[in-house]
């Protein structure tokens, strides 16, 4: 059956399907539970010695099939970031964007893509601790009801190009973990995550002193400071890039 599937697509599709089909075959011989597509959810490509993929047709089913296929054996499986249709075909999503575009200084930054798809698929952030600033990212990820994601390491492969990866700097689990339980446990986040987990954003409300306000559907509201100031509240004083919950 795998090989026939293999076999189903030409073409470019067809080499992108073959790597899909060694990620199936690699994850049974570790024992995986899921397999993460990453880069196939933003993926999109046209191929014109094929009329099917002109202009980009046919990838919405190419992943979806990419996907289900790999459901079918029981991965879970997760996209990056991804495009409305591989999020909608995935178990979960990773790396989803807190910014905008910057397409234009006049435009507001509202979570669009979390207001769409928040409570019917679980979404984390881009990794805060590689983030220039991680109290804002944090901040803005809490704001947009999305999973706190980290990009973590063990240690350090001495005999690797590791240590010429800069972004690994701050990935080492031994500098992570007093942060990842301050957010989670003293700060409070993974209890208001598991309030609003199931729920839909009803708004988003950005006040002038630089707190928001997101609503959900089941009556919760979440305020989150994005200043690195002090600030007032509707449910009282919120230190810099704090938050909390009415």
Known sequence: AERNFCKTFGNLCGKLTLFACKNNTKAEKYGNKGISFSTLGTTAFSDYSDDKYISKAEIENDVKAILDNAKSKGYTTAVAGGNS?????????????????????FDAEIPFYQLVFHSY???????????????????????????????????????????????LYGALYEDNADRIYKTLVTDGYAKIYSAIANAQIKDYTMLENGVSATP???GVVVYVNHTKATAISPVGELAPYAFSMS
Do not use: H, R
Not at 85 to 105: E, I, L, P, R
Not at 128 to 141: F, R
Not at 149 to 164: Q, R
């Open 216 to 218: 959900y559907s089941n």
């Open 85 to 105: 249709y591989a999020t909608c075909a995935a178990d979960m999503v990773f790396d989803v964007s807190t910014t905008n575009g910057n397409y234009s200084v």
């Open 121 to 167: 698929k679980p979404m984390y952030s881009n990794p805060i601790n590689l983030d220039e600033n991680l109290e804002y990212a944090t901040a803005k990820a809490v704001a947009y009801g999305m999973g706190i994601g980290y990009a973590i390491i063990g240690e350090y492969v001495a005999e690797s190009d590791d240590l010429n990866e800069y972004k």
